[in-house]
Each structure stands twice: as C-alpha cells, then as structure tokens.
C-alpha cells in the first residue's frame, strides 16, 4: 500500500516518515500484537480492519497534528486506532452472542396478560416508606478530629482573649463620667434611706397595735354608732351576717355602688343571661332555600336585538349595576348565591306550525297544513353554562340540558275557530331528573343563561322571526301619496275592511288601519287571533309639532304603541309586485306583507257605536304625513313566546341553631 520514499537531497521531512511503509508497518505490527495477546489471534477480516484503521487515523493525526514531532504523532496514531478497533471488537463479539430468536421473542414485548397485570399492579402500588436507622449513640473512638494538643492550645488562646477583653472594659469603666458615678452613689444611698424609713415605720405600727390603752368614753359624750358602717365592716372584723357583699358582686348590674343595701335586700345571686355560657357549635348550620326563577321569551331587547327570537335568546342575573328596571332587556335583578341545584320544571311553548308546506294541485294552493312541535318525538334544551349529566348516541343529547315531552295544551275556542294558532304547550321533562347539582362546593353564583331549544337532529327548532318591521299604516280608500317606505305609490284596496264607518263623526275616520311590514311574513307567524305589540312607531319632530296636525299624530302614535297591544283582524297582501291592489288573507305560497288592526272607539258602555277619530278628517292626515316614519319600528308577537320555569336551590346560613335558649327572659 505504501511505496517506499525516493531519498531527496536534504534530510526527509516529519510527513515523508510517517507515511513510509516502514512507519506504517510497525504501527501496525504493534497493535495487532498487543491485540493477539489479549484477544487471540486475527481473522483476515479482522486484519484488514486493523489496516484501515492505521490508514485512517495516519491521515486524520497528520490533518490535525502535522507541526509536531514524529513520536507524538505516532502515539496518537496508536491511541485512537487502538480505541476504535477495540470497540469493533466488542460490537462483533456482542452481536455474536445474541441470538434473533430470543430478542424478538423478549419478555418485555411478549407476555402473558396475567403475568403483565401482576407487574403493572406492582409498579402502581404505592411504595410504603422505609423506616430509618437506629440512630448510634456509641461514643466514637476514633480521632477524626485534631490532636488533644491542638484543642488545648485554641481554648487556652481564647481566655487570653477574655481576659483582655473583660480588662479593657473595666479600665474604661474607671474613665467614666464622675457625675454619673455621684448620681449612681445618690441613687443607692436613697433606696437604702427609703427601706430604713419603712422598717422603721412597720415596727411603730405594730408597736402602737400592741400597746392600745382601753378607751375611757364619758356617758356625756356618747355617739350612737353609725349602723352603716357595720354593713360596710370588711370581711374578719364583725361576724359574717353583718356583711353587705357589693352590690353587683350579686348581679346587680344597674345599681350604684356607693349606695349601701342591707343584707336582706338581696339574700341570693341573680341569675342574668351573661352569667350563663353556652359552647358554640364548631360546625356552621346551613338550610337549603328553593327559588322559582320565571322566563318570558317577550321581556327581551327585540326592538334593537333581532338576531334572538323565541327559541334562542339569554338572560342576565344580578343587572342592578347597569340596567335600571324590567323590560330593557331579558334580564333578572336577582342575583343568585351558593347554588346547590339548577333544576328545570317546566316549559311553557306556543303550539304555532313551524313551516309551510304548499300543496298544489289543478292550481289551487293549499297551505293550511300545520307542522308543530308534538309531531316531534321530543324537544332538547341546551343551555351553554349548564351541562347535565345526559348522554346519547350524538353530541347534541350529551350537551343538552334536559329532554322535553309533551305533557298538556290549553287553547282558546276563538282561536281554533281561525285554525291558525294551537295555544299553548306544557312540555315537561317526563319521568328524568333535568336538573345540574353542585356538590360538595356550591356555585358561587349565575352570571348568564343561554337558551336553544333544539330538534332531535341538533337544528334550532325555528329559524323564524316573531318580530317584524314596520314600514308603515295607512287607512283604506284615502287619495295617493308620494312614498319611499312602501312599495307602491298609488293605494287601492278590494279588502273587505276597507270600508269607512257610516256612523262615524268624520265622513273620512277608517274603520280599520293597514299595517306594512318590511318583509313578507308566513300565515303561520302572523295570523288572525295573535295579539301584537308595537314599540318605536313615531314621526319627525316637525311633524309633532306641526300647528295643524301635531297633536292627532302624537295621539295616534300614542295608541299604536300601546302597552295592551293589538289584536290582528286579518291579513292582506299586494296582488303583485306591480299593481298596488290589496287582498285579503294570504298569497298561493302562505305569506303576507299586511296585518289589519281595529281603529279606536269611543266607550262602548255608554251605548256608543262611534269611532274615537284622532282628529278632523285623520285618513288624509296620515297620508300626508305617512313618508316621515322615524326608525327602528318593530313588532312581536305576543302569541309565538314561551315561558320556562326553573327551580334553583341556594344554601344560607341558618341562624335558628345559634339562638339561645335563655334569650327569652
């Protein structure tokens, strides 16, 4: 492999040696008999392993080391060729050694399912903490520490440094103030002056005590005692009947110390409350409070809010901090603590048709088919905050709240009459427990509700709206008028209300009024029987205060929108989208754009039949001054809103137990 190197003229460089075959062989001979030695001997394979790897690391050390001697170069040579063929030998003897069948056949990969659960159960099981040593008292002998010598040097240099210490201090001692030393001596000559003085005083005492003279008392000069001062005797100097005890040591509270009572005035202790002590119970008494929480679909913001209707809509708790009173919104002023259980009672649902369906057939169109809720088999409640514990074969059962059935239906004989509206449903969660539970922590309270009542496939149960825009009301029979809101200029009707009454105070007062809406509505959500209600219906500020007709259309708007509402007489719709014609009732495909209202009439009870006209001469008057409709508009439908009725138990404090008995004293 190597040639041997042709000699130059000057001496041969570190390079030209260590690559000559001479250095190359005796690399090699030195390893591969130190590696004979140890391991036996080489296969060829092995040989030629060895051989690479001399070739290699010459090029490698030379590439990184090639400024150094040729002995150190050498040496590098042998260490690394060395390593790495000892770790070739290695990885040869260790995949020599195993065998395929039982590496892939380990136990670790392939076991039995009992003996794999015993050592599963193993490794979970807690591990019990091992007790600790004994402690060893034993004094040790060793001398780990320094000398005995030592020890006595270091502690015989720190009472040197004491003793230095102690007689610094005492010498600046000495150097102190001379007036505090005088003040010090004064101090002392006084407390022992003081205590003579007392000894002194004591001895006296006891001297004059024990050398008292029996007094003479002259029969001119006698006093009567006074008796009081025997019931203020202390205790020991008279017998103990004589004794008064203070007055509220006896439990006299209010009364005045300074006065003296006799004994007999108060032969027992009084028992007051105070007196008495009773252990308060360590465990805090709860009771569980039941509240019935009521939700109206209608009381929601719908005149600024149409994105929410019947079936989808929230409510807010504790809205004191920003809204004022009922009706601004779906809300309630009430704000719930510590509840314990959310449960739902009933839901009170309009029985109204949900779609509809056109039969058509020799071109006649029938669209009274109704499709309500109890063609259903049931109804689900969703509500976002709240997730019970429902489960089912689709996510919409899993996150619904509670299952509704039908359970009862009230309607009116008017209304079944029209065939339009069904009343009302009563739709129970029947024989489940639709209720959310907080246990052991109750919840600190209920922010914000969010109601969807679904169908079994997860859609909302009616995408339909019960409010509606209005575009405006005009009275039948009156003269054209130039419009931007409706969609016809010219008005004529061959309704059946479009008649004047006869009996009227105006010739022009109409019977009846012709309320557009701004989109078509279905027979369904809109029929007649339902009652309406009509917010946001003004006209301009100049208009209101026009001299001539301001005060009839502040009254005309003043009854439209009317807390009671209105109750629908019929419907109408335009024949087409070119002809300004109406028609009673609805088109081929169910839908009108017209609801009929009743006018005003005086009272009735006085036997009246007379319209309560707005003003003189109204119909033209509303015409006039119908273009100049201000907005937003809206109705509702008071007869498609549904009622829930839930029932939310809160947990306060009871006060009961820690009355005291004695408080009725």
């Not at 690479?52 to 400024?67: A, E, I, N």
């Not at 008292?137 to 240099?157: N, T």
């Not at 509809?356 to 409640?381: C, R």
């Amino acid at each position: 492999m190597y040639r041997p190197v042709t000699p130059s003229q000057g001496p041969p460089s570190v390079k030209d040696i260590l690559f000559s075959g001479k250095n190359y062989q005796t690399l090699q001979t030195v390893l591969s008999q130190d590696f004979q030695e140890r391991h036996g001997s080489l296969t060829e394979p092995q040989v030629q392993r060895l051989a690479k790897t001399v070739d290699h690391y010459l090029h490698q050390v030379y590439q990184k080391q090639g400024d150094k001697p040729i002995s150190v170069l050498n040496k590098e040579v042998l260490t690394a060729a060395s390593k790495d063929f000892n770790q070739y030998l290695q990885r040869k003897e260790a995949v020599k050694n195993v065998n395929p069948v039982k590496q892939v056949m380990d136990d670790s990969l392939f076991q039995e399912t009992s003996t794999r659960f015993e050592k599963l159960t193993q490794e979970r099981n807690e591990m019990k903490a091992l007790p600790s040593s004994i402690p060893d008292f034993r004094i040790s002998l060793r001398e780990d520490g320094p000398p005995a010598a030592e020890i006595f040097e270091i502690a015989k240099k720190q009472r040197e440094m004491e003793f230095l210490r102690s007689s610094q201090q005492t010498s600046e001692l000495h150097k102190a103030d001379a007036g505090l030393q005088q003040r010090i001596q004064a101090d002392q000559s006084f407390r022992a002056l003081q205590d003579g003085q007392n000894r002194d005083t004591e001895l006296a005492l006891v001297q004059r005590q024990t050398q008292r003279p029996a007094p003479v008392m002259d029969q001119s000069l006698m006093i009567m005692p006074d008796r009081r001062e025997l019931m203020l005797a202390p205790v020991g100097s008279f017998d103990t009947m004589t004794q008064s005890p203070n007055p509220r040591g006896l439990g006299q509270a209010n009364s005045d110390p300074t006065t003296v009572y006799p004994l007999m005035a108060s032969p027992t202790i009084n028992s007051l409350q105070q007196n008495t002590i009773i252990r308060e119970d360590s465990v805090i008494s709860y009771r569980e409070i039941e509240n019935n929480l009521f939700l109206y679909s209608a009381d929601r913001d719908w005149l600024n809010n149409s994105k929410e209707n019947r079936y989808h809509f929230s409510v807010q708790f504790d809205t004191a901090g920003y809204k004022d009173k009922f009706g601004a919104g779906l809300a309630a002023q009430q704000k719930f603590k510590n509840i314990v259980r959310i449960e739902l009672i009933k839901a009170i649902m309009p029985g109204e048709s949900l779609d509809v369906t056109v039969d058509a057939h020799n071109n006649t169109y029938s669209t009274t088919y109704q499709d309500n809720i109890l063609n259903l088999p049931y109804v689900s409640l969703r509500i976002a905050e709240l997730e019970n514990n429902n489960y089912g074969t689709d996510n919409f059962l899993d996150r619904s709240f509670g299952v509704l059935q039908y359970d009862a239906q009230w309607l009116s004989d008017i209304t079944a009459q029209k065939g339009c509206t069904r009343g009302f449903l009563a739709m129970i969660p029947k024989f489940l427990k639709c209720q959310k539970e907080y246990y052991p922590t109750p919840l600190s309270t209920l922010q914000k509700m969010t109601i969807e009542f679904l169908r079994p496939n997860g859609e909302l149960l009616s995408t339909s709206s019960d409010t509606f825009s209005i575009g405006g009301i005009i009275a039948p029979q009156i003269m054209p008028y130039a419009s931007t809101t409706f969609p016809f200029d010219v008005v004529t009707t061959t309704s059946s209300y479009s008649e004047l009454n006869p009996d009227s105070a105006s010739s022009t007062s109409p019977a009846n009024f012709f309320l557009n809406t701004s989109t078509y509505f279905s027979r369904f959500e809109l029929c007649a029987g339902d009652r309406i209600q009509i917010s946001g219906y003004t006209y301009s500020d100049a208009s209101l205060n026009d001299p001539t007709h301001g005060q009839s259309l502040r009254a005309f708007c003043n009854w439209v929108n009317r807390t009671e509402g209105h109750i629908i007489l019929n419907t109408a719709y335009t024949v087409n989208n070119t002809s300004t014609a109406l028609a009673d009732g609805v088109n081929d495909v169910g839908y009108a754009n017209f609801i009929i209202l009743q006018a005003q009439y005086q009272d009735p009870s006085t036997g009246s039949t007379l319209l309560q006209p707005f003003g003189v001469d109204f119909g033209n008057t509303l015409s006039a001054f119908g273009p100049t409709l201000q907005s937003p508009i809206r109705l509702i439908n008071l007869n498609k809103q549904l009622n829930l009725v839930f029932r939310i138990i809160t947990r306060e404090m009871d006060s009961l137990p820690q009355i005291r008995p004695d408080n009725n004293y």
